[in-house]
């Protein structure tokens, strides 16, 4: 039995939708972090040589979290993609 997902069915549009939406969000939020990684680069670049964890600078050390922060919220995404998927699925299956 093909799904309205593979057949590019409504509930298909809602659930491309839905994932959108979280991809700006997402976007938005990482935009948000980034954007105080430039201001104290702009704004007080002296800070960014201020030691903050073993002898690691700020700039070092928020380069990473934003490297973390990417791929994590990659894999939250990823999960929640594939949650609404399956929703939608269930959904068409037992409805």
């Given amino acids: ?3 309205d997902l593979a057949t590019g069915g409504h509930e298909s549009e809602i ?3 839905k994932k959108a939406r979280l991809g ?3 976007f938005f939020l990482y935009l948000i972090v980034y954007g105080g990684f430039v201001a104290i680069g702009v704004l007080n670049y002296e800070l960014l040589a201020v030691e903050v964890f073993r002898g690691i600078n700020l700039a070092v050390f928020y380069g ?3 490297i973390v922060l990417a791929v994590l919220l990659g894999v939250w995404y990823n999960f929640l993609c594939n949650r609404y998927e399956d929703d939608a699925e269930r959904k068409e299956v037992h409805p």
Avoid: E, K, T
Wanted: zero cysteines.
């Fill in 1 to 3: 039995m093909q799904s």
């Fill in 15 to 17: 659930v491309s939708a």
């Fill in 24 to 26: 700006i969000r997402f």
């Fill in 64 to 66: 990473f979290g934003l």
